[in-house]
Structure formats: C-alpha cells, structure tokens
C-alpha cells in the first residue's frame, strides 16, 4: 500500500508511476462515465474516460517536461486543458426550443478533466475525495432535487373552440390544477369560421396526466380541437 501510495502520489515520474496514475484515472472517470451511461446521456462511459486519462497524460507531460529541460512552465498545458474543454463540454448538451438539456453531462466532462489533472499531478487522495462528493452530487442528490425543485418543460398549448366561446377564468383554474404556469398568450379569431385560437408557452411538469387535462380544458368550454407540443 505504502509502494502505491508513492507511486500515485510521489514526485518520482517513472514508468510504474505513469502507469499507476492512468489505471487510477481510468477508474474514477470511468466510474463518473458510467452514471452517466446509465442516465441514456449524450457523453457516456467511452467519453469521460478518454478525457479523463488525456488529462493525465497531459499533466505528467507538464510535470515531466521541465523536469527533464529545466526549462518551462508546468502549469501552461494544464491551462490549455481547461479552456479546450469547454468546447467539447458545449456539444455534450442540446437546446430544443427554450429547453436545455445535458448541461450535467457537460460538467462532468469538465471535471473528469480536472480529475485527470490531479491524479496526474499526484494528487490522488484529494482526487478520491472530490469523486465521492461528485457521486453524492450525482446519485444521492438527484432524487432530492426532483423531489424539492421537480423538473418542468416549456411547451405550447393551443386550444380552439367555436363560437369564441371559453371561460378563460375556468382555464386559469385548470392551469393551476395541473401545475402548469403559462409563459404568455396569444389569441387569433377566424369570422369564416367562427372559431377562437388560443395559444400559450407554458411550463409544464414532467408527470402531467394529459387525459385529465384534455378532460379538464374541454370542461372549459366549446373546445374543438386541443394541442400540446415541444416548443422548437
């Protein structure tokens, strides 16, 4: 243990030592590439571990390099792999309409590269501390947030009736029941054919129960046609 120990976290950067702090590399970020595997996310397994294990290689090179010329600045490529990352985190996540998603999984590239920069700086006790506090981050406060900030998404909700007839106070209440909160309303009539529009950007809950709410809107008035729709 004593032997590993030096070897993860010593100065000495011999080929044993490399070969230590890349396995340990590609366990932690693998374990965080995982979790994200099993979330169905755009960045899995595959991705945080090359990251992960490029940032170590690349830190054992800024540590090794002036090591070896006496010259240089070991923090430059380490510098260097904090701001590229962000690049590649900005395609981990995708905008659909006024929705984001994927911005975790983009974080967590962005910290299994500074993982490896650690692990590769010999830093694997700190290293081993910041994965347990991303795991609990992860796993144990995911339940938790949806439970006290529940997710929601912005969507369109258009609703037509004839004879221009809806009790919009009545659609408030329905609204509200549902947990749905509109964003803004728009409202079009057509004399031809004596029907009312009515669209609204609402934010609405991931576990909505659609029957109750067609049920519930049609209750409102002489709805013809109801429609809800991502918001592209």
């Known amino acids: 243990m004593h032997e ?7 100065t000495d950067l011999s080929f044993a030592a490399a070969v230590a702090r890349l396995c340990l590399s590609l366990v932690a970020c693998g374990m965080i590439g995982l979790e994200r595997e099993i979330q169905k996310q755009t960045a899995g397994w595959r991705t945080h571990i090359v990251i992960g294990i490029g940032a170590t290689l ?5 540590i090794w390099l002036p090591q070896m010329t006496g010259e240089g600045d070991s923090a430059r490529i380490a510098a260097q792999v904090v701001s590229g990352i962000g690049f590649l985190g900005a395609g981990a996540f995708l905008k659909i309409g006024n929705n984001v998603k994927g911005l975790t999984t983009a974080a ?3 910290f299994c590269a500074g993982l490896g ?3 590769g700086a010999g830093m694997w006790k700190i290293s081993l501390v910041a994965l347990g506090i991303i795991f609990v981050a992860l796993i144990i406060l995911d339940p938790l947030e949806a439970r006290l900030f529940p997710k929601e998404r912005l969507k369109n909700l258009v609703i037509w009736c004839t004879d221009g007839f809806l009790d919009r106070a009545a659609l408030d209440v329905v609204l509200e029941k549902n947990g749905i909160i509109p964003q803004s309303i728009d409202a079009s009539e057509s004399h031809k054919s004596k029907h009312t529009r009515l669209s609204l950007l609402v934010r609405v809950p991931l576990k909505l129960n659609l ?3 067609f049920a519930d809107i049609r209750a409102t008035g002489q709805v013809s046609k109801i429609r809800l729709f991502e918001n592209y």
């Open 117 to 119: 920069l650690t692990i």
């Open 58 to 62: 690349l830190m054992m090179l800024s």
């Open 4 to 10: 590993l120990s030096l070897l993860l976290g010593g």
């Open 211 to 213: 029957g109750s709410l």
């Open 108 to 110: 967590t590239l962005w």
